[in-house]
């Protein structure tokens, strides 16, 4: 008597571990068919991105665009080239005002000494 329950307890795990395999291995078949559709997804997906981008097919409205913006770019760089050259004209006017200030002072030193050594004789 005490043999046959040994024997439940064996095949009831062995079942519990077969259903258990049986679960895992049609999870790894549905992963498989899953897997396998993003590939086809994917190299099609190259396929066209292939045929859409290659330059002997690039469509007209992609190639005006290329030539736009390189356009874009090179007036672009012009015009940082000449915005450096306004701020560097606006330094230069912003210290005329410092400069003439001085010019003025050395211009009127040399009369003042003469008018005041003049007032002392």
């Keep these: 008597m005490t043999s046959i329950p040994v024997i439940v307890i064996a095949i ?62 090179y007036h672009y760089q012009r015009l940082r080239q000449q915005i450096q050259q306004l701020r560097q004209v606006m330094v230069v006017i912003s210290l005329l005002p410092v400069v003439g200030r001085r010019v003025r002072r050395l211009a009127r030193r040399p009369s003042q000494r003469r008018s005041t050594s003049r007032e002392r004789r």
């Design 12 to 73: 009831g795990l062995n079942l519990v571990i077969a259903l258990g395999c049986f679960y895992g291995a049609w999870r790894l078949w549905q992963l498989r068919r899953s897997l396998g559709a993003i590939a086809n997804a994917l190299t099609t997906w190259e396929h066209h991105t292939d045929h859409s981008l290659n330059p002997d097919t690039l469509p007209p409205t992609i190639l005006r665009g290329q030539r736009g913006t390189a356009q874009v770019r």
